[in-house]
């Protein structure tokens, strides 16, 4: 079995669930470790349990009640985001925090403490939970919330799925009067540029920016920031209601079409069709917000050996700034393109989780494909860059940190341990922990 980033191979069984919370009976006689397993759309090996058993969520996928008055709903942990857009948002409802694709499970959302492009106003995902259900390996089952079991209420989310199974949730979700998107896009020619965008217009709910990591010289640090909001009651926009059907790609090439060349010529298409001045526009939420999911299995183009996300925070101040433009600097030298470079700005809101990982500061995400030790060498780079300001790398992104970077960024791993489930495990957690 291979994580999304399908360059990290697992041997491990899948074990179904029931098909209703009421009906689980006691976890099944074996010899390793379990986790819970969502929609596998980590990119590396959180998700992963080699040698033990995944126990898959998938059929956990009833909606349990929703108060339209509130908004508040309450769902089984295998429910994907994807569906609760579809019956919600033609109720005026959304997601209070969404991550850049729809196909996770609001159990996985949780256990990840994911976060999107309002983090600096609307916090992580877990901000807007209300409490949960966990169940242990011993067939107990707590009620978790802010106020009852609220110890374990912290350590499960993003707990990574190693504090229990997660039942059933509530989250609050939050209104809008349409399903339209309202953007402006503006290019910026430096790094400098994007934090001054960034910290102005700050009524913006949803702000992000891309980078374009292709090369040295004037290529480096330029990109184009996006900042959205819902569109307000009475916007008419002509066109389709909902996004347009996805397209797929169909098989595995034998080698990566993303390479220097490739990204090269698609960044600098890309950054010039943005033009000089700001670009107003207006669509879907869900070609907004979920623009990879329109090409399903869009990891396949990255070859058999699959692709590496790197995902780091730094600090926001001079020298987190510094540190953004030092690893941007080492990305280009090192002539391994990111296909995918987004930056943008986490907020100060603290998030619930004891292993959350936005802090206040600036976060880059990049996708690399899998060329072995020299990306490695690159990733050793950035890794010292990050731990020099006390940064940190993403779990649910990463299938490679070593574990001193791991635990140097979460100094809260070990009060979490006490917390984990002994019955459970998973390819990530032995990883970060087998030189403690």
């Known amino acids: 079995m291979y994580s999304w980033g399908r360059s990290v191979r697992s041997d491990c069984a899948l074990l179904a669930l029931p098909c209703r919370t009421e009906e689980l009976p006691p976890l099944p006689d074996f010899a390793g470790s379990y986790l819970p397993f969502g929609n596998g759309r980590s990119y590396g090996d959180s998700c992963l349990n ?11 996928d009833r909606f349990i009640a929703f108060d339209p008055g509130s908004g508040i709903l309450c769902c089984e942990s295998g429910v994907q985001l994807a569906e609760i857009s579809r019956l919600m948002v033609p109720r005026g409802w959304f997601l209070p925090v969404t991550p850049g694709t729809r196909f996770v499970t609001i159990g996985g959302a949780i256990a990840n403490d994911v976060h999107g492009k309002n983090h600096h106003g609307q916090g992580t995902f877990g901000c807007h939970v209300l409490r949960f259900m966990l169940r242990r390996s011993d067939g107990a089952e707590w009620l978790c919330s802010p106020d009852e079991n609220p110890d374990w209420f912290s350590a499960t989310i993003g707990g990574l799925g190693l504090t229990g199974l997660i039942l059933w949730a509530e989250i609050q979700l939050r209104r809008i009067e349409n399903p339209w998107i309202v953007s402006e896009a503006e290019r910026f020619s430096h790094i400098d540029e994007f934090f001054e965008l960034s910290e102005s217009g700050t009524s913006y709910e949803y702000k992000v920016a891309w980078l374009d990591c292709s090369g040295p010289g004037r290529r480096m640090g330029r990109g184009i920031f ?15 209601a909902r996004a347009k059907r996805p397209a797929a790609v169909g098989f595995t090439p034998p080698f990566s079409l993303v390479n220097t060349w490739s990204v090269r010529a698609f960044n600098s298409l890309y950054f010039h069709r943005a033009g000089n001045e700001a670009v107003s526009a207006s669509g879907h939420c869900e070609s907004y917000f979920y623009p990879l999911d329109h090409v399903r299995h869009w990891n396949r183009i990255y070859g058999p050996r699959g692709f590496y996300q790197y995902q780091c925070v730094v600090p926001s101040d001079g020298q987190g700034r510094e540190a953004v433009a030092e690893l941007l600097r080492l990305i280009a030298g090192s002539g391994m393109a990111s296909f995918l470079a987004v930056l943008k700005q986490f907020g100060d809101r603290p998030s619930p989780g004891l292993l959350s990982f936005p802090q206040p500061g600036t976060t880059l995400a990049l996708d690399f494909p899998n060329r072995g030790e020299a990306l490695h060498r690159l990733f050793a780079s950035l890794d010292a860059v990050v731990m020099a300001v006390r940064g940190r790398l993403y779990p649910a992104k990463d299938a490679r940190m070593p574990g001193n970077v791991f635990r140097a960024g979460y100094p809260q791993w070990h009060r979490f341990s006490s917390y984990i489930d002994p019955a459970f495990s998973s390819s990530f957690w ?7």
Request: proline share 3%; hydrophobic share 35%; charged share 30%.
């Open 430 to 436: 032995r990883r970060v922990m087998e030189d403690e």
């Open 226 to 240: 996006t900042r959205a909001d819902h569109a307000p009651a009475g916007f008419r926009r002509e066109g389709a």
């Open 50 to 60: 080699t040698g033990g058993a995944l126990l898959s969520t998938h059929g956990l």
